[in-house]
């Protein structure tokens, strides 16, 4: 019987790349199409990470529901303006991800994504940084409930041959920790993101690394 995978299973927005600058943008056109004002956009960056109906209601929760699915739909329709208007340039990479994941890789681990992102959200950004065919698995809130919930590591998981032993969850959010707590995987945080590595910790990260050339020398060293 073969050994179950090892997994290093990744967030998207806020830990491969930085999308925040899209992401206001989008949430402030939703926002102001319905005549609301307009989340600060600490706010909105505390929400990355989250499917897009329940960061509504964590941005708006005394609406009803079909605002929230509004929001949500504008949102959407506002984010692929961006990206038809080049948007994607404003979605870098972080500094050091795309060595480290051939790094991680060439370590003998399979690679996987676990995002807030739609699928076709997330095709567009991995194909654009050329990233598309690294990962193995591609969990996202089209199929998923939201993070913190379970079910994007699990699939991930039995897509990829792996089980939580062997699964590590690298993300930049609260919701991410707790959704490898969840799914009984290893938490490990990334500190360039959108939650403060104390949040990070608080939610179940044993680690927070503090640059994407030190992932790689982690997971080889304690995994």
């Given at each position: ?78 984010f692929q303006?961006?990206?038809s208007n ?138």
């Amino acid at each position: 019987m073969n050994a179950p995978a090892r997994l290093a299973l990744f967030d998207c927005d806020g830990t491969l790349v930085d999308s925040q600058a899209n992401i206001c943008r989008a949430m402030e056109d939703a926002f102001d199409h319905h005549r609301l004002d307009p989340p600060g956009r600490d706010a909105i960056r505390r929400i990355v990470g989250l499917s897009l109906v329940e960061a509504m209601a964590a941005l708006v929760p005394h609406a009803d529901d079909a605002l929230h699915r509004a929001l949500a739909d504008r949102y959407k329709s506002g984010f692929q303006a961006l990206r038809s208007n080049g948007g994607l340039l404003a979605e870098p990479l972080y500094d050091g991800i795309a060595d480290a994941l051939e790094a991680i890789e060439d370590a003998g681990w399979v690679l996987g994504v676990a995002t807030g992102k739609s699928d076709r959200g997330l095709a567009l950004i991995l194909a654009h940084h050329g990233l598309d065919a690294r990962f193995v698995t591609l969990q996202t809130a089209d199929r998923h409930p939201s993070k913190p919930h379970p079910a994007m590591a699990a699939a991930a998981m039995a897509e990829a041959g792996a089980v939580p032993a062997t699964t590590v969850m690298i993300g930049d959010t609260s919701y991410d920790m707790a959704m490898a707590v969840a799914a009984g995987a290893h938490p490990l945080g990334v500190a360039w993101g959108y939650h403060a590595p104390g949040e990070l910790r608080a939610a179940g990260a044993a680690v927070v690394i503090d640059h994407a050339r030190d992932l790689a020398p982690h997971l080889a060293n304690v995994y």
